[in-house]
């Protein structure tokens, strides 16, 4: 997949994934096992687990397919391909209706994208700074924060390499809504009805900035 800029120069994305946050007052990290996402049909019955810990201040559940479940004492965390991300959002309202009674803070959602990229850089910099000011730096970053029409929203453009040590550019682009209720699982429920449209607004937000046509 490709993404092109006003330049005509190719950033080839090599990775992208969602994640869908939830934070609370104290989840409960010793919960979460492989059985007990089955039984209470939160995943398919024909996922393989691939990876599984459990402990009192972690625990994790991962999946073949690459799904992956979270949990430490302040956050929950769904993760998987970004192309699943209504999916996720799915899946992580059906874990909050089985715990309505845990105090919910906040619902977030995260998208991180790593583009293959010779100059990372030089493409923060020409974009984001002024390079007179900024010299010649080897590495670079800047964070960007939106009010939002629904929510606040923040994107980070930064150098960055993949875990084969390849050279690119990483975009992680966050989303928090505060939960005001409680018992929370049908607001949170709620929330998770707005991914689509949010992501919407993600890819008008990369487009804009940077000229990225997101097709995912």
């Not at 950033?11 to 939830?22: D, E, W």
């Not at 590495?139 to 929203?153: E, I, N």
């Not at 409680?182 to 991914?195: C, F, I, N, Q, W």
Request: with cysteine; charged share 30%.
């Amino acid at each position: 997949m490709l993404y092109r800029t006003r330049k005509e120069e190719e950033l080839r994305l090599l990775h992208a994934s969602f994640s869908m946050i939830v934070t609370a007052e104290q989840h409960n990290p010793s919960l979460l096992n492989p059985d007990f996402l089955r039984i209470r049909g939160i995943v398919p019955d024909d996922w393989t687990v691939r990876e599984t810990l459990t402990t009192p201040m972690l625990s994790l559940v991962r999946y073949d397919n690459g799904f992956a479940v979270l949990v430490k004492p302040e956050r929950l965390q769904f993760s998987w391909r970004v192309e699943h991300f209504e999916e996720v959002a799915k899946v992580c309202s059906s874990y909050i209706k089985t715990l309505p009674h845990v105090r919910y803070r906040s619902v977030n959602f995260e998208w991180r994208f790593f583009f293959l990229h010779d100059e990372p850089c030089k493409f923060i910099v020409e974009r984001f700074m002024k390079k007179g000011i900024v010299g010649d730096p080897n590495g670079a970053g800047v964070t960007l924060s939106y009010k939002g029409r629904r929510a606040p929203m923040n994107l980070r453009f930064e150098t960055a390499r993949d875990n084969e040590g390849r050279e690119g550019l990483g975009v992680t682009v966050l989303v928090t809504m505060q939960v005001s209720t409680y018992p929370a699982d049908k607001e949170v429920a709620k929330l998770a009805t707005r991914v689509s449209r949010f992501y919407r607004d993600v890819r008008e937000r990369l487009n804009r900035l940077a000229q990225m046509e997101v097709e995912v």
